[in-house]
C-alpha cells in the first residue's frame, strides 16, 4: 500500500447528522494515495456509528474518538500529528468537498507550496448552492511567498475576508512537515485560532501560499459551532482573536495589522453590531452589552473619519433606533431567503 500523498482530516464533535455526507462525498473521489483521519472530541452522538459504517467501505479511513472534549486547537493539532500524508486538507465534519475536487488537490500539491487556500461555494444549511466566497480580489491561482514584505504587503491588501487569513479550516492544505516542524503557539491553544498563528509563525521561515480561487467545496451555512455560546462571544471570538493574532505576529501599526482589522470590520458591520446591542438590551445581558463596547472599540480603533463615524452611531444609538436598525436587518434577510 503507498504511503498517503494527502490526508484530508475532519476534526468533530457531535456532527453525526452531517459528517456522513462530507464522508458521501470524499470516498467516491480517493484514490490509493488519499487516506481520511476523523479525530473525534468525545461525541455524545451517533457520529461513531456513522464514520464506522464508511470505513467498512474505504479502509483508509481512520477513526479516533477521545474520552474527553479537548477543543478545535488541540484537535487540529492532534489530528495532523496522526495523519500520515505529506499534506493535510483540514475539512469541517458538515461540508462537502467539490466535484473532482480530490483529483485537482492531488495535482496542486505537485508544485510543493507551503499552504494552498482553496475556493469555495456557500450554500444554504440544506446544501443548495448560494454564492463563490469572496476571499481575495485576485480571480486567477496566485503563489505568494509571505516571508518577502512586498509580496505579503500585496497579499494583505488584496484580501477580502478572513478567510484569506486562514480562519476557514475546510479552505486549507497545509504541508505536514512544516506544520509539524514550526510547532504550534500554546498562548492561542483555547482561542479557536491555534491552527492561524501557527501557519503565521511559518512567515519568517518561508511561507508560499497558492491561492486556488475555483471552487474546492461546498460550505454549509447556519451552522456555526462558535455560535454555542452567543452571538456577542462569536463577534468576541472573530475581534479578540484576531486583534491578539495581528498585534503578535505583525504589530499593531503595522499595515499588515491595519488590513487585518479592516477585513474583520467587513465581516461585523454596524448595523449587525447594533442588531446584537439591542439584542443584549432586550434581554437583560449586561455582560454581553459591556462585553459588545469594548469589541465595537476595538474594531473601531483605526483613527479613521469612517471608524470614529461607526464608533459614534454605535454608541449614541438609542433604543427606539435600535429596534429600526434591527426590524430593517430581519426585512433583508427575509428577502434573501425569498429570492
Known amino acids: 500500500m503507498k504511503p498517503p500523498s494527502l490526508s484530508i482530516c475532519i476534526p468533530t464533535y457531535n456532527f453525526g447528522r452531517f459528517i456522513g455526507d462530507a464522508l458521501a462525498s470524499i470516498i467516491p473521489q480517493a484514490t490509493d494515495i488519499l487516506e481520511i483521519v476523523v479525530l473525534d472530541g468525545a461525541?455524545?452522538?451517533?457520529?461513531?456509528?456513522?464514520?464506522?459504517?464508511f470505513r467498512r467501505i474505504f479502509p483508509r479511513l481512520r477513526y479516533i474518538c477521545l474520552e474527553h472534549r479537548g477543543g478545535i486547537d488541540k484537535d487540529i493539532a492532534r489530528m495532523v500529528d496522526?495523519?500520515?500524508g505529506d499534506y493535510c486538507w483540514l475539512f469541517s465534519a458538515d461540508d462537502i468537498i467539490g466535484e473532482n475536487a480530490v483529483h485537482k488537490a492531488l495535482d496542486q500539491?505537485?508544485?510543493?507550496?507551503?499552504?494552498y487556500l482553496l475556493g469555495l461555494t456557500v450554500c444554504t444549511f440544506d446544501m443548495k448552492p448560494q454564492w463563490q466566497h469572496p476571499i481575495m480580489d485576485h480571480r486567477e491561482e496566485t503563489v505568494f511567498n509571505l516571508k518577502d514584505?512586498?509580496?505579503?504587503?500585496?497579499?494583505?491588501r488584496h484580501a477580502r475576508t478572513s478567510t484569506a487569513f486562514f480562519s476557514y479550516m475546510s479552505s486549507?492544505?497545509?504541508d505536514r512537515s512544516r506544520w509539524i516542524d514550526t510547532g504550534g503557539d500554546e498562548s492561542f491553544v483555547g482561542s479557536c485560532w491555534g491552527h492561524v498563528a501557527r501557519i503565521f509563525r511559518m512567515i519568517p521561515g518561508g511561507l508560499r501560499v497558492k491561492y486556488l480561487s475555483g471552487s474546492y467545496l461546498l460550505n454549509r451555512s447556519g451552522n456555526d459551532s462558535f455560535l454555542e455560546n452567543g452571538l456577542v462571544n462569536r463577534i468576541s471570538i472573530a475581534v479578540n482573536g484576531y486583534n491578539r493574532l495581528a498585534d503578535t505576529f505583525f504589530g499593531h501599526n503595522s499595515e499588515e495589522a491595519f488590513h487585518i482589522r479592516r477585513v474583520i470590520k467587513n465581516e461585523y458591520i454596524l448595523r449587525e453590531l447594533l442588531s446584537a446591542k439591542l439584542w443584549a438590551h432586550t434581554k437583560g445581558r449586561a455582560c454581553?452589552?459591556?462585553?459588545?463596547?469594548?469589541l465595537v472599540d476595538k474594531l473601531f480603533c483605526d483613527r479613521s473619519v469612517q471608524d470614529t463615524f461607526k464608533h459614534m452611531t454605535y454608541r449614541a444609538a438609542p433604543k427606539t433606533f435600535l429596534a429600526i436598525m434591527s426590524k430593517a436587518l430581519a426585512t433583508m434577510r427575509?428577502?434573501?431567503k425569498q429570492a
Request: glycine share 2%; charged share 30%; aromatic share 4%.
Open 109 to 115: 500539491i505537485k508544485s510543493g507550496c507551503d499552504v
Open 149 to 156: 514584505p512586498r509580496e505579503r504587503i500585496d497579499y494583505f
Open 172 to 174: 486549507l492544505i497545509v
Open 43 to 53: 461525541s455524545t452522538d451517533n457520529t461513531r456509528d456513522v464514520v464506522e459504517s
Open 288 to 294: 454581553d452589552v459591556q462585553l459588545l463596547d469594548v
Open 82 to 84: 496522526l495523519a500520515e
Open 334 to 336: 427575509s428577502m434573501t
